[in-house]
T-cell receptor, first 117, second 113 residues
């Protein structure tokens, strides 16, 4: 059973550019969350999607957007990149059955390392 | 606002030493509590979790954590660490009924062989 897969693994962009990060959840998982992990800090919540609907949004500017597709994969878009957007972007998935049973343990992917220069 | 504090940022231990990493959170309602581990170059992995019931939770690799509601704490323990436990450890809180995790800043553990 494949885990949460993210692509690309590494990315270098220039300030002002736009970037799209991709995530495929574990098969059968309908919920996808995105987190930003800046070096030396814990992950910060960006978005959560379920069944293509946004369920939650963290304290990030409108330059950050996301969407979820019918196959439950997801994309995170960041426009007008700033140096401060350099971070590891993590995707996590969970199944609604697990959530309904109170099992809130997400499974995380390995992340996309974004460097903005 | 919810927050999670991990007071030990860097910990260095010798093999076989005992480990306790502190985690305190601020939220007055029902919470779910987690410890995640991130080995060098690897993704976040769930070590253990607490939802309800016995406040002493046992996880993988010999780790355990104790939820003390009155102290808003969820400290991670291991009686005898190994060199392979070298990693970064994150405490996380999820307020009951939401899907958002609040993570602490992490504790880097180095175990000397």
């Amino acid at each position: 059973d494949a885990g949460v897969t993210q692509s690309p693994t590494h990315l270098i962009k220039t300030r002002g550019q736009q970037v799209t990060l991709r995530c495929s959840p574990i098969s059968g998982h309908k919920s996808v969350s995105w987190y930003q992990q800046v070096l030396g800090q814990g992950p910060q919540f960006i978005f959560q999607y379920y069944e293509k609907e946004e369920r939650g949004r963290g304290n990030f500017p409108d330059r950050f957007s996301a969407r979820q597709f019918p196959n439950y994969s997801s994309e995170l878009n960041v426009n007008a990149l700033l140096l401060g957007d350099s971070a590891l972007y993590l995707c996590a998935s969970s199944s609604e059955r697990d959530l309904a049973q109170g099992n809130y343990g997400y499974t995380f992917g390995s992340g996309t390392r974004l460097t903005v220069v | 606002a919810q927050s999670v504090s991990q007071h030990n940022h860097h910990v260095i231990l010798s093999e076989a030493a005992s480990l306790e990493l502190g985690c305190n959170y601020s939220y007055g309602g029902t919470v779910n509590l987690f410890w995640y581990v991130q080995y060098p170059g690897q993704h976040l992995q769930l070590l253990l979790k607490y939802f309800s019931g016995d406040p002493l939770v046992k996880g993988i690799k010999g780790f355990e954590a104790e939820f003390i509601k009155s102290k808003f704490s969820f400290n991670l323990r291991k009686p005898s660490v190994q060199w392979s436990d070298t990693a970064e450890y994150f405490c996380a809180v999820n307020a009951g009924g939401t899907y958002k995790y609040i993570f602490g800043t992490g504790t880097r553990l180095k175990v000397l062989a």
